[in-house]
């Protein structure tokens, strides 16, 4: 059965949420262009989810999951800062 528009969206961001943080646990083999990239994707994917599901009957999972990505966002951001100081 194909999975909804929302649910494919859903796990997307949830396979970008986990790369983002991998690099802002300090995973090996990640580096801060890899941050950077995952910032970047995660923000596009919450754009679109934003987008395509601020209301009707996903709107309710589609903020926990934008609250959730939000964060991770930030934690990434703050880890890059950290990276940048050690410069």
């Known amino acids: 059965m194909p999975k909804s ?7 997307d961001l949830e396979d970008a949420c986990n790369f983002l943080w991998s690099f802002t646990t300090g995973k090996r083999g990640f ?5 950077v990239a995952g910032i970047k994707r995660v923000s596009d994917l919450c754009d ?6 601020s209301s009707g009957p996903n709107a309710a999972n589609a903020a926990t ?4 990505a939000e964060k991770c966002i930030k934690a990434a951001r703050e880890h890059l ?4 100081g050690k410069d």
Do not use: H
């Not at 999951?65 to 959730?68: E, K, N, P, R, V």
């Open 5 to 11: 528009p929302f649910e494919t969206l859903s796990l």
């Open 31 to 35: 580096a801060p262009r890899d941050g």
């Open 48 to 53: 679109r989810m934003k987008e395509q599901f």
């Open 65 to 68: 999951a934008l609250t959730s």
């Open 81 to 84: 800062a950290v990276l940048k």
